[in-house]
Every structure is written in structure tokens, then in C-alpha cells.
């Protein structure tokens, strides 16, 4: 089974940097893992992903040079370092696994975390 939580959240001015956190719980650990963010009004729209082992990574074109994404196998969990941050980088940060497929589509993830806020004030 698979259990992911977020951890890392939080209000920081423009400019500033955060990062986030997904612990998975679980036994599985899947083949990718990645970030995606949904605003107020608007739909769940892909950040980052990573391929567990080989560590294969894709940014969106918004955050690419801003942010980064990492894991650490030994602690099963996955990482966003956030740099530079922009007001319109506020939304609600999910994290995702996929157990077979490195993908920027959130239909083909299989396991969602339940979320972590990040506010970024101008």
C-alpha cells in the first residue's frame, strides 16, 4: 500500500523560497513520483516529476530554472525546493505516485497525497 504526506507549506513573500515534502509510507515505491498544484478556480495543472531509480526528471515550462525536485530512497520521500517564488505559484501542492509510467498527466498517477498549501504574497 501507499500513503503519501506532505509537509512543508506555508506563506512566504515574492521572491522568497520554500520546500516541500511527500513521504510515502507505504512498501511501494512506484516507478515515478511528481508534483502537481491546483489554484482557486482553475484545474490541477502538472509541476515536476521524478522517476524513482534513475532519477529522470520534467518541469513544467513555468517552474523550470525556479524549482527543483529531488528524492531521497533511503527515506522514501520526495522533495520541491521552490526558489523565486511568484505570486501565481499559490495553490494547493499535491503530491503523486505513478506505479508504472514517468508522466505529466494526473489521470495515470495512481496515488495522491492529500495536499499542502503554499501562499505567495507580493
Known amino acids: 500500500q501507499v500513503q503519501l504526506v506532505e509537509s512543508g507549506g506555508g506563506l512566504v513573500q515574492a521572491g522568497g523560497s520554500l520546500r516541500l515534502s511527500c513521504a510515502n509510507s507505504g512498501r511501494t515505491s512506484g516507478y515515478a513520483m511528481a508534483w502537481f498544484r491546483q489554484a482557486p478556480g482553475k484545474e490541477r495543472e502538472f509541476v515536476a516529476t521524478?522517476?524513482?531509480?534513475?532519477?529522470?526528471?520534467i518541469y513544467a515550462d513555468s517552474v523550470k530554472g525556479r524549482f527543483t525536485v529531488s528524492r531521497d530512497k533511503a527515506k522514501n520521500t520526495m522533495y520541491l525546493q521552490m526558489n523565486s517564488l511568484k505570486p501565481e505559484d499559490t495553490a494547493v501542492y499535491y503530491c503523486?505516485?505513478?506505479?508504472?509510467?514517468?508522466?505529466?498527466?494526473?489521470?495515470?498517477?495512481?496515488?495522491w497525497g492529500q495536499g499542502t498549501q503554499v501562499t505567495v504574497s507580493s
Open positions: 503523486a505516485l505513478s506505479l508504472e509510467l514517468l508522466t505529466t498527466r494526473a489521470l495515470e498517477y495512481d496515488y
Open positions: 521524478i522517476t524513482w531509480t534513475g532519477g529522470r526528471t
